[in-house]
């Protein structure tokens, strides 16, 4: 258990949950939405594509049920930990002025912008490997090369820019809300929680390596994890603002999380 003078009231001990869940939905309804699309666009063209089409979007649509699901299965197990950490396993519990939230709030969104270009960009690429096989072997599309490549490269311009744009839409839908919060920070021996998201100090393929502070106002954490990839590793910084006035606290963290 924490030390007792490392722990403020807390004014709502109630049930937090993570926003991760709702994404799990968000991925498994995209997925089916591309498995459909993928069998729908295939059904319209000639058989070589039809093959690639329905080949490409089942294969999108696997990949992210698969991937929803393991979300759901870590989800369940990262509410567990928040649930504990909201019961009094934690070495502080942080909110926030409006303003210093709404300001770190608005920065942490506008760092996302790219995201929408990045997907959709790399959505462009199999339409394009798609348009040059087909072209290569005389299947066209109307017995023309442009129109085979403005179908298929503009095709998937346009799926990835739909992806791109749920995933903005959601991201945005999530910067509305936390607009409307004053900000729930807890630090604990097992991870941290912030508004919503989780990130424990070690789990599969991920880990945390370091612990820095930028100073402000308002000074910020920065947390550094470790994340392995099929080829090598990168890292993540996840920044957490310190309340004005309880700069004092995070020293305090910083020896319990090196005791631990």
């Not at 594509?49 to 649509?61: C, E, F, N, T």
């Not at 912008?113 to 394009?128: H, N, Y």
């Not at 807890?186 to 789990?203: A, E, H, Q, R, V």
């Not at 080829?231 to 004005?244: A, Q």
Request: hydrophobic share 45%; proline share 5%; aromatic share 12%.
């Amino acid at each position: 258990m924490p030390d007792s003078h490392m722990k403020p009231l807390i004014p709502d001990t109630g049930h937090r949950p993570l926003r991760m869940m709702a994404w799990c939905k968000g991925v498994a309804l995209a997925s089916m939405v591309a498995i459909a699309l993928g069998i729908a666009i295939g059904a319209l063209l000639p058989e070589k594509a039809q093959i690639a089409a329905i080949v490409l979007g089942s294969s999108l649509g696997g990949v992210g049920l698969l991937i929803g699901l393991f979300m759901w299965l870590f989800g369940i197990r990262w509410q567990k930990a928040v649930n504990q950490m909201v019961a009094g396993d934690y070495y502080v519990y942080w909110t926030y002025e409006q303003q210093q939230w709404h300001d770190f709030v608005t920065k942490e969104y506008r760092k996302r912008w790219w995201v929408f270009w990045v997907i959709a960009g790399c959505t462009m690429i199999p339409g394009i490997t798609i348009a040059a096989a087909t072209s290569s072997d005389g299947d066209t599309i109307a017995g023309s090369i442009a129109l085979t490549w403005l179908v298929w490269a503009g095709g998937f311009l346009l799926l990835g820019a739909g992806i791109g744009q749920f995933f903005m839409v959601m991201a945005r839908r999530k910067y509305e809300q936390l607009l409307q919060e004053t900000g729930d920070v807890f630090i604990g021996p097992k991870g941290f929680y912030i508004s919503g998201d989780y990130w424990p100090w070690s789990t599969f393929g991920q880990k945390l390596e370091a612990m820095r502070t930028e100073p402000g106002p308002p000074m910020e954490i920065v947390f550094t994890f470790r994340i392995q990839q099929k080829h090598g590793s990168t890292t993540k910084d996840v920044h957490v603002p310190v309340p004005t006035g309880r700069e004092h606290e995070w020293e305090m963290v910083m020896r319990k999380l090196g005791e631990d």
